[in-house]
């Protein structure tokens, strides 16, 4: 019971880190990003530089892609194996694992429109890979520890 309640309280705190980003306004987010690219020695890019950002290592656009990659990664990972701990037959839950979060990366970008940024199809894919991404992550490494105590 109490593993289940704090893999609960974890979803949550991360749908709200997730969702509380997206509403904040753009001239915040892009501060924020801006931050981090600098911190990471990147230069700082905006949409009329695109031909520009395309020599640079490093842009605050690839930074916001690889949060959003990372965010929803740790979401992936967290959902599948709450699922996994409460079925028999986890594979069974795999597509209504995967439709949550299809909706979550729809209301993730949904919830930009109404704070005056863009919201684009390319995002939602963005959030998409990174939400398969930890789902995988998180089968491979529960279905080696599970073939290891078999073996033992």
């Known amino acids: 019971m109490k593993r289940n309640l704090f893999s609960i309280a974890l979803i ?7 969702w509380g980003n997206s509403a904040l ?3 915040i987010s892009n501060h924020i990003s801006d931050t981090i690219t600098i911190s990471f020695g990147g230069e700082i890019t905006h949409s009329d530089e695109q031909e520009a950002a395309a020599t640079t290592i490093l842009t ?5 892609k690889l949060a959003h990659i990372t965010e929803f990664s740790g ?3 967290v959902l599948t194996l709450l699922s996994v701990r409460r079925q028999k037959k986890p594979v069974h839950s795999l597509p209504g694992i995967l439709l949550l979060g ?3 990366a729809l209301s993730d970008e949904t ?3 109404f704070t005056g940024r863009t919201s684009t199809i390319k995002d939602i894919w963005i959030d998409l ?22 073996k033992q």
């Open 129 to 150: 890979l990174g939400f398969s991404i930890g789902c995988f992550i998180s089968g491979i490494t529960i279905h080696l520890i599970t073939k290891r105590k078999s």
């Open 60 to 64: 605050s656009s690839h930074i916001r």
């Open 25 to 27: 306004s753009s001239s």
């Open 102 to 104: 299809m909706l979550i």
């Open 75 to 77: 979401l992936g990972a």
């Open 12 to 18: 949550l705190a991360i749908l709200c880190f997730i």
């Open 111 to 113: 919830i930009q429109l």
